[in-house]
């Protein structure tokens, strides 16, 4: 099996990033093939970030003067040890531990971070120009987003810091954003992203299963499924593609297979307005909808939006349309009672599932 891919990787500045020491001469020099390191792994999505000790000042106007700045996100400078700052990254970008790789020159930095952050893969300095060769820097499939991925999280922590300084509730905060949610049919240009989507996300994933690209495209030509993808924007900029949903329809019954959402959206209520879109649309198709829901450790925030949108266990006859999974860890939750939409902080774009012709016009709401 293939190492996972890296999500993050953490340089130390003096004599990995840069050859010199800063504190030691008045110029530090960016080779050549490290500068085509850094851009190369940023335009396959993987971000980066910097831990090194050094005053934070003179540390960032040089990365300013090497022209790569812009390329790092939650930077780390000081003076404290190195595995505290790799964690505090960690955190500050929701990524797991297993997900961060770290490179320094010195074996003591390694090995301090590789004993209290064992799941963190470590690198030799003397390593860093071979990265871009290596497997867990590859990912499978670069798509539009990924490419996009630090620009997005710099808007995010754009975003985080104007939330900190606003004094109002957090509805009004998210309502000055000027979110706009579009809802579409997948298809052969977003197809990569919404595999990426199922595979990548955890904690708002209903059940867990991976859709392959192959999969994905079987069911995108039978008319009994709609494969669904949501992108969001805001003022800051695009968020990119946040959101799949996998439907069933069957007549009268509507199952939906899968719903996940990205875990940077959550605190938007993404994944109850997408639910709360759905009933509707079940609702005005005169369908009733059951959804695949199977609990694991991190999904919790998922089933709450599940409960909060309507559906329990509670048994009805229309399980009799829809065949029983081998896997039993799937739990049925039904929609037991239509919960009136409230007021949206969204303005949202979407298809009519109702409409008999696919091809038809869309669905329109705003809140």
Not at 206 to 224: I, K, Q
Not at 292 to 311: H, K, L, Q, V
């Amino acid at each position: 099996m293939p190492p996972a891919t890296v999500k993050c990787l953490v340089w130390d500045l003096d004599d990995t990033l840069w050859r010199g020491v800063l504190l030691e001469a008045e110029q530090v020099v960016l080779p050549d093939p490290i500068r085509a390191v850094i851009t190369g792994l940023d335009a396959r999505g993987i971000l980066q970030s910097v831990c090194s000790r050094n005053d934070h000042e003179p540390a960032w106007a040089r990365l300013r003067a090497l022209g790569v700045a812009e390329y790092f996100v939650a930077p780390q400078i000081g003076w404290g040890r190195k595995s505290d700052a790799v964690r505090r990254i960690a955190d500050r970008l929701g990524f797991a531990l297993g997900t961060i790789a770290f490179i320094d020159d010195q074996p003591a930095e390694r090995a301090e971070v590789a004993f209290h952050l064992p799941q963190v893969r470590c690198y030799d300095a003397r390593v860093a120009t071979t990265l871009l060769d290596r497997p867990e820097f590859t990912p499978t499939s670069v798509t539009a987003d990924a490419r996009r991925r630090r620009q997005m999280y710099q808007a995010g922590q754009r975003r985080a810091d104007e939330q900190a300084r606003f004094t109002g509730p957090a509805e009004d905060f998210l309502r000055s954003l000027e979110l706009v949610m579009h809802i579409r049919r997948a298809d052969a240009a977003t197809l990569a992203r919404v595999e990426e989507l199922t595979l990548r996300t955890s904690q708002m994933n209903a059940t867990g299963v991976h859709y392959p690209d192959r999969v994905l495209r079987t069911l995108m030509a039978d008319p009994r499924y709609e494969v669904l993808v949501t992108t969001l924007t805001d003022r800051f900029g695009p968020h990119g593609a946040v959101g799949v949903l996998v439907l069933e329809k069957h007549p009268g019954v509507w199952h939906l297979r899968l719903l996940a959402t990205s875990c940077r959206v959550v605190s938007f209520g993404t994944g109850t307005v997408l639910l709360t879109w759905l009933v509707d649309q079940a609702a005005r198709a005169g369908a009733h909808l059951i959804a695949d829901f199977r609990p694991n450790d991190r999904n919790r925030m998922m089933e709450i939006a599940y409960r909060f949108a309507g559906f329990d266990e509670e048994p009805c006859a229309c399980r009799d349309h829809i065949a029983v999974d081998a896997d039993r860890a799937v739990q049925r939750l039904h929609l037991v009672a239509r919960r009136q939409p409230a007021p949206s902080t969204f303005h949202l774009t979407a298809p009519d599932l109702t409409a008999p012709d696919l091809t038809g016009p869309g669905y329109v709401g705003a809140g």
